[in-house]
């Protein structure tokens, strides 16, 4: 089970190995963007969700999130992602892109709404538990 820490630990060396420079990798307490990403065409402005609590005194630390849950995640992710799409201005380098685990409870969450996020141009990279990324 991947925490949001190990998630974006992942899509951050991935990045690096595509010749990406991290400009930010936020911890799971942080608010705002979790991974700004940069290279010679673009600036990338990730979100990312684990598939669990990473705080040990909550009620789904070490456990799955439930389909809600990971519904909600989603949800708050293309939100977030969609503010930051808003954000940018014509012509701009800057791109958005969204990162989760790779569970089936994630990637039937993403398959529903993949066709809109491939008109809209936002990525997503899973991250398998052996911490290998794929992109969407």
């Known amino acids: 089970m991947l925490y949001e820490s190990e998630v974006s630990a992942a899509v951050v060396n991935y990045l690096h190995a595509k010749g990406y420079h991290i400009n930010k990798e936020s911890k799971p307490t942080e608010k705002g963007i979790d991974i ?20 040990e005194g909550s009620k789904r630390f070490g456990k799955p999130f439930h389909s809600g849950q ?9 939100y977030s992602t969609l503010k930051d799409f808003d954000k940018q201005t014509f012509g701009s380098k800057t791109r958005v892109a969204m990162a989760f685990s790779d569970t089936p409870e994630f990637q039937k969450r993403i398959m529903l709404i993949s066709n809109s996020l491939s008109k809209l141009q936002i990525p997503v990279y899973l991250v398998g538990p052996d911490s290998t990324v794929t992109m969407l």
């Open 36 to 55: 700004i990403a940069e290279n010679d065409s673009e600036v990338l402005y990730i979100e990312v969700k684990g598939e669990t609590s990473f705080r």
């Open 70 to 78: 990971v519904t909600h995640h989603v949800a708050h992710a293309l």
